[in-house]
């Protein structure tokens, strides 16, 4: 298998090492420049393999490829521990997964980015009120339900990584991390097989 990433620290590229590294799996890693003019991921060559023009795709041994993080994860974890037995649980890993997607990444990621590479400072102060309110609401949503709970289904699951993977990098951006969050994300860094974020290459992130 083969995972393209990008050469800066990608919340949502992490999330695919981290699973292939919980399951154990060989894999390389094809990484390109987000931040060249313009991105590599933008350019012909690779929007043949992804048309949306984003990482991260995983093209597996066969040449299929498979872009969007989480449903790369969803394809990866069929069958192990990772994606819950129950018809249930599936769909509740799944809601948390769209909740990451629609709810946390867009803001929480977004000011990440903003504020290492991005160029926060040219913003429009409307937008970055915009990306800390809604980011600190998800954060308060998971703070509410993680509450006397140890992961966000019934065990530690693909919704625990795709939350994971913004999460742990939201308070250095300013936003507040609840205690239940807090011991959450520690008993995720404790998994067998957890690897952290990569460095960034470019040192504008810690």
């Known amino acids: 298998m083969r995972l393209y990433d990008s050469t800066i620290p990608s919340g949502n590229a992490y999330k695919v090492h981290l699973l292939l590294s919980l399951l154990g799996h060989r894999y390389e890693t094809k990484e390109l420049d987000i931040l060249a003019t313009p991105s590599e991921t933008r350019r012909p060559e690779f929007l043949k ?70 160029g926060l400072d040219k913003c429009r102060p409307e937008d ?12 308060d949503v998971m703070e509410r339900h993680l509450a006397g709970r140890g992961y966000f289904v019934d065990r530690f699951s693909i919704a625990d990584i795709a939350l994971y993977a913004y999460t742990h ?32 290459p470019t040192g504008r992130a810690p």
């Open 128 to 139: 970055i009120e915009r990306w800390k309110t809604r980011g600190q609401a998800a954060l």
């Open 49 to 118: 393999i992804n048309p949306n023009g984003r990482i991260p795709v995983l093209q597996l041994n066969d040449g299929s490829v498979l872009p969007e993080s989480n449903a790369i994860l969803y394809y990866l974890a069929d069958g192990t521990r990772y994606l819950p037995s129950t018809q249930l649980g599936r769909a509740q890993a799944m809601q948390w997964m769209f909740f990451e997607q629609y709810s946390h990444e867009p803001y929480v990621a977004v000011l990440k980015y903003g504020t290492y590479w991005g």
């Open 169 to 200: 990098g939201a308070e250095p951006v300013g936003f507040g991390v609840g205690p239940a969050v807090r011991a959450w994300l520690a008993r995720v860094a404790a998994q067998p097989g957890h690897v952290p974020i990569k460095r960034d």
